[in-house]
């Protein structure tokens, strides 16, 4: 069956270091997104992705956060400059039309920052 | 008042019980509603979609009202399988495939 896959499953950083979490979506799936969950609290959204452009942002996905597609598989979000308050669970998202709840998400990427 | 809430559970019931889910959701555009399903530290899974006319999968039943911007989900006959926190999401808008969560309620269901 395939499925969305995320890398690394678990990053523990510095504050102010960049990360970048990778995501490898399924391949015939067109809309990509990520969202997050901090520990306890519900899931966010903060970007989705179609034709190589961001088509929406939530308030979350600030000027430290960026998207990108660079090779046609990956699907990556950069962090510039971590803050601690960016601790969270980070899912990858892929579906096949703009206009579907079915959303399929990747295991999530943990990022810790200290 | 929170975009979409969910009872805050946890539930715990037997093996067998009949459980129900309330959620009630706040943006009157939203067009689209969905059941996730969310395992312990895991990723979230579509349980099912909400139709305006109710609808059914098996032991599970989902009935939404739109006057009341209320969804439901009613679980029949509780598998020990069933425990897992249950969230209730919105889209944002026809047209949209962003989704809005609620915080969940976990359900536990014990032998």
């Known amino acids: 069956e395939p499925e969305v896959t995320q890398t690394p499953s678990h990053q523990v950083t510095q504050m102010g270091q960049e990360v970048i979490l990778r995501c490898v979506p399924i391949s015939n799936h067109l809309y990509f997104y990520w969202y997050r969950q901090i520990l306890g609290q519900k899931v966010e959204f903060l970007v989705s992705f179609y034709n190589n452009e961001i088509s929406e942002k939530s308030e ?5 956060f960026s998207v990108e597609r660079p090779d046609g598989s990956n699907f ?3 962090i510039r400059s971590t803050k601690l308050e960016d601790s969270a669970m980070y899912f990858c998202a892929s579906t096949w039309t703009g206009n579907t709840g079915e959303l399929f998400f990747g295991e999530g990427s943990r990022l810790t920052v200290l | 008042r929170k975009e979409v809430e969910q009872d805050p559970g946890p539930f715990n019931v037997p093996e067998g019980a009949t459980v129900a889910f309330n959620c009630t959701y706040s943006n009157s555009a939203s067009q689209s509603f969905f059941w996730y399903r969310q395992d312990c530290r895991k990723e979230p899974k579509l349980l099912m979609s909400v139709y305006s006319s109710g609808n059914e999968d098996g032991r599970f ?5 739109r006057a009341s911007q209320y969804i439901s989900l009613l679980i029949r006959d509780s598998k020990l399988s069933d ?3 249950y969230l209730c999401v919105v889209n944002k808008a ?3 495939s962003t989704l809005t969560f609620g915080k969940g309620t976990m359900l536990l269901v014990s032998p």
């Open chain 1, 60 to 64: 979350i996905f600030d000027d430290q």
């Open chain 2, 83 to 85: 425990s897992a926190t």
């Open chain 2, 61 to 65: 039943t989902a009935q939404l009202n």
């Open chain 1, 76 to 78: 990556t979000l950069k």
């Open chain 2, 94 to 96: 026809e047209g949209y």
